[in-house]
């Protein structure tokens, strides 16, 4: 079993739709949550980062973390063509090694 | 500000030869990492180094890959002999001491024939 599990899609929606992403994870000593987007032929850039359980919002972005349920999700609200990309959820314990998980291609049809 | 650089962008080279990938990271940034990146799945972690020492070389094949960082700057990761199955995207990241400040480059995607 991996450490982390997500769904690869891919995942196709009209503009202007609300996206939910979403990993499972396995290990409890997971602190630290993140995503990141990744075009092609790009490396990952970061989205967004949560300490522990909760909710962070960044704009069209919002992240939650339930670690009772090993559960990670990302929202994206008034989804655009340019939101076309794979996106990447990691975590990690510490500030050591990062765990990722497969990624989910996203594409908003305009 | 410069971001993590990497070169080349793309290799292309028969099986058996060798191949080196060069990483410039973020200024400043003491914690540098090599990833691999397989068609279809994330970054999984080959080596990391705090400033010149490699801390976590657990999953850095030794037998053909090898890395090195000197004076804590600059990286460059060796493969040799190179193999079919070495075809992958090689990412370089750096970072401070913030998860949330780990920045990568664009990749070295090797193709071996």
């Known amino acids: 079993q991996k450490e982390v599990e997500q769904d690869p899609g891919p995942l196709s929606v009209p503009e202007g739709a609300i996206v939910s992403l979403n990993c499972t994870y396995s290990n409890s000593a997971f602190q630290y949550f993140m995503w990141y987007r990744q075009y092609s032929r790009k490396g990952p850039e970061l989205l967004m980062y949560?300490?522990?359980?909760g909710n962070k919002e960044d704009g069209r972005f919002t992240a939650q973390v339930d670690k009772s349920s090993k559960y990670i999700s990302l929202f994206i609200r008034d989804s655009q063509p340019s939101d076309s990309a794979t996106y990447l959820c990691?975590?990690?314990?510490?500030?050591?090694?990062?765990?990722f998980g497969s990624g989910t291609k996203l594409n908003v049809k305009p | 500000e410069a971001g993590v650089v990497q070169s080349p962008r793309y290799k292309i080279i028969e099986k058996k030869q060798p191949v080196a990938f060069w990483c410039n990271p973020i200024?400043?940034?003491?914690?540098l990492y090599w990833y691999l990146q397989n068609l279809g799945q994330g970054p999984e972690l080959l080596i990391r180094y705090e400033n010149e020492e490699a801390v976590d070389d657990s999953q850095l094949p030794k037998d053909r890959f090898s890395a090195e960082r000197l004076k804590g700057v600059d990286s460059t990761l060796k493969i040799q002999p190179a193999e079919l199955g070495d075809s992958a995207v090689y990412l370089c990241a750096s970072s401070s001491t913030r998860p949330d400040e780990q920045f990568f480059g664009p990749g070295t995607r090797l193709t071996v024939l």
């Open positions: 990691a975590m990690c314990p510490n500030f050591n090694k990062f765990y």
């Open positions: 949560t300490y522990s359980s």
């Open positions: 200024s400043g940034h003491n914690t």
